[in-house]
């Protein structure tokens, strides 16, 4: 029987080193001996001492020990739990230096993996850095050895929820309110069998979804109520899968947002898809529309269309927008807001965008105007299809900038389009996520 080998033991002595670089998902990256290290809090051009937390055979972790050379990108976090909340990575860079990096990302990775390059590179749209972050996912769990509940996010790359008392990014509604959370869950008999909070901010009222393993006692229910009308918040239980989530009080919840720009309101259920950052979500609807230049006798294609959060607006100009979503529920939910705001020049269809298309109605139609706005995994199965259509314009919204490339070295290398312009939209400040927008358009001939 062979021996489980040991993991080798870290060394516990500092190194120092020159940050060189920047990693994509926010770390600095230094060289010992030729092997790449990713550190932690760590800017480009710092130098600075650091711990192993990790070693592997292609490259070594570490953390930020002692800093000799401060980056003028630095910052002081804002957050007191910086260090060792995971929910944000890059709060010791100035806001400013955070959008430039994600741009680079998004440049490099167009290159690297798409082999492609824009011909122009759009404003970075940008808004609040601070409690911009209305849907979030709690992470909840009683903590035997120190007798309490914690609520939050997890530690910095660890399986344990961080030991925080609030979340500068989330909306103040709820990111003042996370140690009030957990002694409420405290006080509860199912403390140790709720399992997490989703958070969903409405502009009239913030829902709390509560994950509970087990039934709840009526004295938990109670303690719910009272906590709801004291504090004017929505609270929704979740005792099994998604279709189980139902309002608890007040029992009418109801959550929207407007698009004051397009005169449309869009109801939504707390655990839908929408967009984590209303001022940013605006400003994205106004430069696609605009990147799209859509015409009164345009035909548009909307895919990954959800709740119709571009479909609608754009149908304010078109004379027929198709929106096309994989998901049922949300699509039923936006016939409901197309009624709801009396838009008749749409259509819809729920269809699994991962999967070809075949001979459905909405493929055979015409269009000369197509938006995406596929999940991180990008739209690749779709690529064929969208090239087929021969539309004149395609703007892209990407939630990562790796699928982004991908698909855009589809749609420049083989199907016959020039990426005319990309740009960086800062959804997730002070994270390393990179959202972004491409303009596609028609090459002659």
């Known amino acids: 029987m062979s021996k489980r080998r040991r993991k080798p033991k870290l060394p516990n002595y500092p190194v120092r080193v020159t940050v060189e670089s920047m990693s994509h998902d926010g770390r600095g990256v230094a060289h010992v001996d030729g092997k790449a290290v990713f550190i932690d809090g760590a800017l480009p051009g710092e130098e600075l001492s650091f711990l192993y937390t990790a070693r592997s055979r292609k490259h070594d972790e570490g953390r930020l020990c002692e800093l000799f050379q401060a980056s003028e990108q630095r ?24 959008i430039l990096s994600k741009q680079q990302t998004l440049l490099d990775n167009l290159e690297r993996i798409g082999k492609v390059r824009p011909e122009r590179i759009l404003d970075a749209l940008t808004g609040p850095a601070w409690g911009y972050r209305n ?19 997890r530690e ?38 709720i399992a997490q909070i989703e958070v969903a901010v409405g502009e009239q009222a913030t829902a709390l979804v509560f994950r509970h393993l087990d039934p709840l006692s009526e004295g938990d229910r109670q303690i719910l109520r009272d906590y709801a009308q004291q504090t004017g918040l929505h609270i929704w239980l979740q005792p099994g899968g998604p279709d189980t989530v139902a309002p608890f009080w007040p029992q009418d919840s109801q959550l929207s947002y407007h698009l004051q720009d397009h005169d449309i309101e869009m109801p939504f259920r707390p655990t839908d898809f929408t967009q984590v ?25 909307d895919l990954f269309c959800g709740l119709g959060n ?8 078109a004379a027929q927008v198709t929106g096309v979503e994989g998901d049922a529920g949300l699509v039923q939910r936006a016939r409901e807001n197309a009624a709801h705001n009396a838009i008749r020049n749409v259509d819809y269809h729920a269809v699994d965008l991962t999967q070809e298309p075949g001979g459905q109605v909405w493929i055979r139609q015409t269009y000369d105007r ?76």
């Open 310 to 317: 571009f479909t609608l607006p754009m149908a304010r100009r």
């Open 156 to 193: 910095k790359r660890k399986p344990y929820l961080a030991d925080i008392q609030r979340c500068e990014v989330l909306h103040p509604s709820v990111g003042e309110r996370l140690e009030e959370l957990a002694n409420l869950i405290q006080g509860m008999e199912a403390r140790e069998r």
């Open 75 to 98: 910052v002081e976090p804002k957050c007191a739990h910086f260090e060792i909340c995971g929910g944000c990575s890059l709060q010791h860079q100035h806001p400013d230096s955070q």
């Open 135 to 153: 849907k979030a996912r709690l992470g909840v769990k009683y903590v035997r050895k120190k007798g309490r509940v914690l609520v939050g996010f």
């Open 370 to 445: 197509i938006l995406l706005d596929p999940p991180r995994s990008g739209a690749q199965e779709m690529m064929p299809f969208v090239a087929s259509l021969g539309a004149t314009r395609i703007v892209y919204v990407s939630c990562h900038p790796g699928s982004l490339a991908r698909d855009a070295g589809l749609l420049v290398n083989e199907y016959g389009y020039r990426l005319v312009a990309t740009g960086v939209m800062d959804m997730f400040p002070h994270t390393a996520h990179v959202e972004s927008m491409a303009l596609f358009e028609k090459t002659d001939g």
């Open 277 to 301: 950052n209303v001022e940013i979500n605006r400003a994205m609807i106004h430069q696609a529309l605009t990147l799209l230049d859509i015409e009164k006798d345009s035909r548009v294609l």
